[in-house]
Antibody
Framework: QVQLQESGPGLVKPPETLSLTCTVSGGSISNYDWSWIRQPPGKGLAWIAYISHSGSTKYNPSLKSRATISVDTSKNHFSLTLNSVTAADTAMYYC??????????????WGQGTMVTVSA | QSALTQPASVSGSPGQSITISCTGTSSDFGSYNLVSWYQQYSGKAPKLIIYEVNKRPSGVSNRFSGSKSGNTASLTISGLQAEDEADYYCCSYAGSITWVFGGGTKLTVL
């Protein structure tokens, strides 16, 4: 079955750029839509970004255009960059699959998460 | 986009039923019946347990059920078991390819 694995640096300095990759195994990335979700320590989940199987994208307005999501079908992975990071971006970052039909518009497969700390 | 409102904590004894509410606005839920619920054990990734308000993915116990009335969605867990102790999050598709989560509810099994 499809599995997701996040990778990226655990520590980023402000105001640098955070870059994460999610490798998809057990299936083709082209068949589904994908998202990134984050969870600050001790807090709740927050949806960050979405990319469709055709490459269209959508972002949480609260990120004020700092986020970019992209797909590399040749490597079967998708990525997230977040620029001008601050301590408020410290969180566990999850890559997730957006369910097809069904489950419609639900996040049905999750990576294990990667912790990113923003600190000088 | 504000987070959906969930109680911070709920508790129940083994065998009992508990309900977790998830309240939003009409713009959060829209005209969609696209509410999902996630179970998260401490230190683990969330797991989808309910989608489209009241549907269960394969392998999820039928002790978990969902409903929605107006701008409030609910998750009910019947026959509470010790293994149900976890955090639970609601999520709604809010239209225009955006999603909003609830703040999460910590379930304690007494």
């Amino acid at each position: 079955q499809v599995q997701l694995q996040e990778s990226g640096p655990g520590l980023v300095k402000p105001p640098e750029t955070l870059s994460l990759t999610c490798t998809v195994s057990g299936g083709s990335i082209s068949n589904y839509d994908w998202s990134w979700i984050r969870q600050p320590p001790g807090k709740g989940l927050a949806w960050i970004a979405y990319i469709s199987h055709s490459g269209s994208t959508k972002y949480n307005p609260s990120l004020k255009s700092r986020a970019t999501i992209s797909v590399d079908t040749s490597k079967n992975h998708f990525s997230l960059t977040l620029n001008s990071v601050t301590a408020a971006d410290t969180a566990m970052y999850y890559c997730v699959r957006v369910g097809g039909s069904p489950p419609v518009h639900a996040f049905d497969i999750w990576g294990q998460g990667t912790m990113v700390t923003v600190s000088a | 986009q504000s987070a959906l409102t969930q109680p911070a904590s709920v508790s129940g004894s083994p065998g009992q039923s508990i309900t977790i509410s998830c309240t939003g606005t009409s713009s959060d839920f829209g005209s969609y019946n696209l509410v999902s619920w996630y179970q998260q054990y401490s230190g683990k990734a969330p797991k989808l347990i309910i989608y489209e308000v009241n549907k269960r993915p394969s392998g999820v116990s039928n002790r978990f059920s969902g409903s929605k009335s107006g701008n409030t969605a609910s998750l009910t867990i019947s026959g509470l078991q010790a293994e149900d102790e976890a955090d639970y999050y609601c999520c709604s598709y809010a239209g225009s390819i955006t999603w909003v989560f609830g703040g999460g509810t910590k379930l304690t099994v007494l």
